[in-house]
């Protein structure tokens, strides 16, 4: 499909997305508190190679510098987001100043620069303080995290008005409460299915709050998601794969919607019950101005009687012979276009932004360049199958690369690169991929 920025129309949003813990480093300067992902990636055999994010791009640091290749590449919008420990030491009471100076900063340089600011209040680093009381698997959670979501408006909801509320819970609670696999390393359904619904209940109330303090606001929060396919054709491949997509793409999203939990679709979401108080039910629900969709790659799912209550399984990318990005996620383009359609079917929420798509290849540096043409050949390929939604009436009006530098990939460490620019993790020195001078280009037809 060959099409050009101005294809998107003059509305469109352009933009790149980071995250805290992933890039900012400074991870105990100024007066922040530890976060989970501190602990979590300076404990021994946590991480890939023991790697973590104490320095990350040392963009709490070299911000300016990071913001100028914004401007330079001319991408218009910037998510980022706030580290709560850095802001609140110990995720409740005491406010660290040079935190919230901090973020002021980073505000102010981004619209001096003509960017505009995306803030996610919840991208994964909860502070550890918090965690020695439960974390997300405690209810008080839900007055902890509205408190650090009134603060942060407080101080910066007069300049900034794009904010998210959360990113992707299913991957915080899935990977950190059930497989233990991320931070804080907790597993069990039980932990899982408390998390999920303080998240649920935090993601409407949290939208609840911005609403009534910034009149003009524009509200969302983000959701992970992939396409869902039987690997068979058997009625019980079909069978599992309806309940991977219930929990992976559904349980977050449709409280927020409205329609409850998907609990006919996947019967352990019955086991949330003992967590659901009086009167929480019509608080799940919230009308976002748009919800974020994060589309990387498609699951193929078959029936299995070992899995114990999802009887189902993954049938992995590396097992079915097709290209794979270094995460081993298939490339997929045609996912994020079936992803679209399916969370436009929501009529509750006005609009759809495609808050984080990207790969990670491996990149070679040669005489200074990074001629990176599978990650571009991937995001012209994501992002044509985003038009083709948008052409077929599709509320999709924003798209956002994941990510703008190379960063600490949570668990798998460093060696995954994301970014539309290269980092040096030795040296901090920066070096724009062709992927970085593609998208700039596209931009610049816009
Ligand atoms: O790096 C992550 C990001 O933090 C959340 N969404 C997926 C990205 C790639 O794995």
């Known amino acids: 499909m060959n099409y050009t920025g101005k294809d998107f129309g003059p509305d469109f949003k352009w933009g790149v997305s980071t995250a805290a813990y992933q890039t900012e480093g400074g991870w105990d300067s100024d007066g922040k508190g530890k976060s989970i992902w501190d602990v979590f990636s300076n404990t021994k055999g946590k991480t890939f190679q023991g790697e973590n994010g104490n320095i990350a791009c040392d963009f709490y640091r070299r911000y300016t510098h990071d913001i100028i290749l914004i401007a330079k590449l001319g991408i218009p919008n910037f998510r980022f987001s706030l580290s709560w420990s850095r802001i609140i030491p110990n995720g409740i009471g005491k406010v660290n100043p040079i935190g919230i100076e ?20 919840y991208h994964w680093d909860l502070p550890h303080e918090l965690e020695k009381k439960g974390g997300w698997t405690n209810r008080d959670i839900i007055g902890w995290f509205g408190d650090y979501v009134e603060l942060c408006i407080r101080y910066f909801g007069d300049r900034a008005k794009n904010w998210m509320i959360l990113n992707e819970p299913m991957v915080y609670t899935g990977a950190g409460y059930f497989l233990g696999v991320h931070a804080p390393g907790r597993k069990g359904l039980n932990n899982f299915l408390a998390a999920a619904h303080h998240s649920a209940m935090c993601q409407s109330e949290g939208g609840r709050i911005v609403r009534s303090m910034v009149k003009d606001a524009h509200i969302g929060t983000t959701f992970s998601c992939s ?88 049938i992995r990318a590396e097992k079915r012979n097709v290209e794979t990005t270094v995460m081993n996620w298939e490339v997929y383009p045609e996912s994020i276009y079936k992803m679209l359609v399916k969370f436009s079917k929501y009529k509750k929420f006005k609009e759809i932004i495609v808050t984080e798509n990207g790969a990670a290849f491996p990149d070679v540096l040669l005489e200074g360049k990074i001629h990176d043409i599978k990650r571009i050949s991937f995001l012209k390929q994501y992002l044509g199958q985003v038009l083709r939604a948008k052409c077929e009436g599709v509320n999709v009006n924003g798209y956002f690369v994941w990510s703008l530098t190379d960063n600490f990939e949570w668990a798998e460490g460093f060696k995954p690169r994301f ?14 991929k062709d992927s970085g001078y593609w998208y700039s280009s596209l931009l610049d037809d816009h």
């Open 419 to 432: 970014g539309l620019v290269y980092v040096d993790f030795k040296t901090q020195e920066r070096i724009i």
């Open 102 to 121: 901090f973020y002021n900063r980073v505000i102010d340089f981004c619209l001096e620069m003509g960017i505009e600011p995306w803030i996610t209040l």
């Open 227 to 314: 396409y869902v396919e039987p690997f068979g054709k058997s009625i019980n491949d079909g069978m599992a794969a309806h309940r991977v997509d219930a929990l992976l793409n559904r349980l977050f999203v449709e409280p927020l919607a409205g329609l409850g939990y998907p609990v006919n679709d996947l019967k352990l979401l019955r086991r949330l019950e003992p967590f659901i108080k009086d009167g929480d039910e019509s608080k799940l629900a919230f009308d976002m101005d748009f919800i974020g969709v994060q589309n990387y790659t498609r699951e193929m799912i078959s029936h299995s009687n070992f899995t114990p209550m999802m009887k189902a399984k993954v």
